[in-house]
């Protein structure tokens, strides 16, 4: 890249390792794209010097670069999306803040795209492919308006203004330019209409872009501006004041107003019969809440032709576009007990659940075809004693599923009609309940449980609050009813509206059978106590944001959940502005739970007392206190599961409450021990620390009162021993 106000300053861009075929600038000049002949769109900020902000993949086609085939990106007029080609000959709108595929045109063109074009003011886009079709295209509704045969089109273009003229070249070397080229009048009030600058195809709502400064957040979201100004009232300050008014008035001295030329006092003071018209006009806006999307747990977006349907500790599902029809894989991590498949799918399942007893799919309902094909759930087992166990159930006409989710007994389905509609594993209808919330975001399923989570209640910003509730199956019993769903606070330094508006990214069970939420923010949260109505609580087990390997800042990554098991997070690790994992199939990663209860300050200064390869006492001491509320928090969760399961809790589970309490007090002993390290000064923490302990015998307390007696807290050592005695004689205080 060469300045061209200064041509011995030149920028070498590195990143491609393939050749470019295509580069195109946003119209403001903020964005350079690079179509390179690997398959990817590399994206570099012009804000100053070049900088690389991230590759698109899974988007456009590999071509080489003397292909007549398109992969360049075409920026709408506003600068906020651009167009380009996709390998299945479908046309895609990408937004240039996310990268994520925002609309598709698609259906039309059956060889490879040439060329696109905006129409000057975005209204229509028009496409053209190797075997001469040129299609106009309505920008906003993505369907067809026109469409035409030609010869071998290689390149089209519009009129820079508002004029009738369309041109295209072939590749025999000739150009043609079509004057008049919309006939029908719909058509030429679209090429009128003025550039729509505000709204891009894709992007937020207007209200969204004009958030104001400084106003608080609710509930992690930063109010909007009111989709229009709010009217004046009848005889309002602002009527009596004048305000921002006209200047040139003269004072009425004697209060009998002032004549017109014939001698006659107009009526101008008067209102209208039915008031102002024009302050209180209605202007035909209606305002519209914003409200969460619905989402399948698991599944990301389409990349290219093909997307995941499902990821899970289990295995994988993704699909493929065949165009015609769509091809399914399910593949295992376990291969010893389950083998891969693969299976053709004519009804393009969207959504896919996978456990160790079956995998789950489910397709919208298609209106196009004859008959019409009604949403489906299909599920097939893994193992089966008879020759055909698969099942198919079709929803109601009018009906769609919004989500579904499946359990060790139980198939759910949340559908657009706002039910609930929950089966046996092979078809047999269990019950139906209608979502006192709506309309649904997502659900999960664990044995007889399962949690629904819908939009609820509209917060003063306008956005949608999420709501949850837990239901028993088996035994008709709610857990928990349109409680609220504990989002985080976006990052401080967010910029754009989607990084300031909190969102969820997934919701699951553990391993051990507690609902937990991933947001996007990052962080990791559990329900503590939702068995108990009105008892339940969100509780952060990590914060990646503070993960260690980001806290030198050199990295730049983000996170995929996958699971919570073994008390551990179990995800896939997001690179280069990456939102969604690729292929090939990423590795999982787990990380240990880190409960973000203080700051883990960047050591430069090493602790002198700390001896070469050993932990700081600080640093020990903030460790030591994690571990004791993570710990305890697990103990709780366990706790939980014994006490709702009575009489009939099991063995192994009580040996393990009653390992976790031993636990907790040796970590305990571990912190008195640090406090004791630091001085005299810490007494008061360190008698705190040994009150925390849950052991009634009296053998913690004496070890604890050996600790204090070790390090010379002869004052220290007493008063545990006295607390010891209290404590046996069931004299503690409270």
């Given amino acids: 890249m060469v300045n061209r106000h200064d041509i011995e300053q030149i920028y070498i861009l590195r990143n491609h390792s393939k050749p470019v075929k295509h580069l195109s600038y946003d119209p403001s000049g903020k964005w350079l794209t690079a179509s390179c002949t690997d398959g990817k769109i590399y994206m570099y900020s012009m804000d100053g010097e070049p900088k690389f902000v991230k590759a698109l993949d899974g988007i456009i086609q590999r071509f080489e670069t003397a292909d007549n085939a398109t992969s360049k990106c075409f920026w709408h007029p506003a600068g906020k999306v651009f167009a380009t080609a996709t390998a299945s ?77 369309f041109c295209w070249s072939n590749d025999w070397g000739e150009v043609y330019i079509v004057s008049n080229f919309l006939k029908n009048p719909t058509h030429l009030e679209l090429l009128k209409a003025p550039v729509d600058s505000l709204v891009a195809p894709g992007d937020p709502a207007p209200q969204a872009q004009n958030r104001p400064a400084g106003k608080p957040e609710v509930n992690g979201v930063r109010p909007l501006v009111n989709s229009r100004p709010r009217a004046a009232s009848l005889d309002s300050l602002d009527d009596f004041l004048n305000a921002g008014g006209d200047d040139n008035w003269i004072d009425d001295d004697d209060g009998a107003g002032y004549k017109n030329e014939n001698g006659k006092r107009s009526n101008g003071h008067l209102g209208s019969v039915n008031g102002d018209s024009k302050r209180h006009r209605y ?21 290219g032709n093909r997307r995941y349907l499902t990821l899970n500790l289990t295995g994988t599902v993704w699909t493929v576009d065949q165009q015609t029809h769509n091809t399914i894989t399910v593949e295992f991590y376990d291969r010893t007990m389950h083998r891969d498949f693969h299976i053709t799918d004519p009804f393009k399942y969207d959504k896919a659940c996978l456990s160790e007893h079956g995998t789950l799919f489910s397709c919208a309902s298609d209106d196009s075809v004859t008959p019409p094909q009604p949403s489906m759930l299909f599920y097939r087992p893994h193992e089966t004693w008879t020759n055909r166990a698969d099942f198919r159930v079709s929803l109601p006409p009018g009906e769609d599923i919004a989500c579904i989710a499946l359990s060790t007994k139980y198939i759910v389905a949340c559908t657009t009609a706002n039910y609930v509609r929950v089966y046996t594993l092979f078809g047999t209808p269990v019950t139906i309940w209608r979502l006192k919330s709506s309309p649904a975001v997502t659900c999960a399923a664990h044995g007889d449980y399962i949690i629904t989570i819908s939009n609820g209640a509209v917060n003063s910003d306008g956005s949608a ?27 401080p330094d967010a910029d754009d509206f989607d990084a300031r508006s909190v969102t969820l990214k997934s919701v699951f069970w553990t391993d051990t059978g507690d609902p937990a939420i991933y947001d996007s923010t990052g962080t990791l949260l559990v329900l503590l106590h939702w068995r108990n109505m009105g008892q339940a609580k969100w509780i952060p087990l990590l914060d990646t944001r503070n993960l260690e390997r980001l806290r030198t800042g050199r990295k730049e990554e983000t996170y995929w959940p996958v699971a919570l098991a073994n008390d551990k997070f179990h995800c896939i690790i997001l690179k280069g502005g990456d939102t969604t994992p690729s292929w090939p199939r990423p590795l999982l990663t787990e990380f240990e739970l880190e409960i973000p209860i203080a700051h883990q300050p960047i050591t430069t200064n090493p602790d002198p007392s700390a001896v070469d390869g050993e932990e700081s006492t600080a640093s020990q001491t903030r460790r030591l206190e994690e571990s004791y509320v993570r710990t305890t928090l697990t103990m709780a969760l366990l706790d939980d599961l014994i006490q709702s399961h009575g009489d009939h809790a099991r063995y192994t589970d009580k040996t393990e409450l009653a390992r976790r309490e031993i636990e907790v007090d040796k970590i305990l002993l571990q912190l008195l021990a640090a406090e004791c390290r630091q001085g005299e000064e810490t007494g008061m923490k360190a008698l705190e620390v040994v009150g925390l302990m849950r052991d009634r015998s009296g053998k913690m307390i004496e070890a604890a009162s050996k600790i204090a007696g070790r390090f010379g807290r002869t004052v220290l050592e007493d008063k545990i021993r006295e607390l010891g005695e209290r404590r046996l004689m069931g004299v503690e205080e409270g």
Avoid at 101 to 107: C, E, I, M, P, Y
Avoid at 116 to 126: D, T, V
Avoid at 138 to 157: C, F, S
Avoid at 283 to 293: C, E, N
Wanted: charged share 20%; glycine share 6%; proline share 3%.
């Fill in 283 to 303: 202007d035909g806006t209606v305002w519209q809440p914003r409200i969460h999307d619905a989402f399948q747990p698991g599944s990301t977006s389409w990349k």
């Fill in 465 to 491: 609050q999420l709501v949850y509730s837990i239901e028993d199956v088996k035994h008709d019993i709610t857990h928990q009813s349109s409680d609220l769903v504990a989002l985080g606070t976006p990052h």
């Fill in 89 to 165: 000959r479908e046309i895609v709108i990408v937004s240039a803040e996310d990268g994520e595929v925002k609309q598709r045109f698609k259906g039309v063109h059956n060889s490879p795209i040439t060329s696109i074009a905006w129409s000057y003011n975005g209204r229509m886009l028009a496409s053209s492919s190797y075997d001469g079709m040129l299609v106009l295209w309505d920008a906003k509704t993505q369907q067809v308006l026109q469409q035409n045969t030609y010869e071998r089109i290689i390149h089209i273009t519009w009129h820079n203004k508002d004029e009738n003229l």
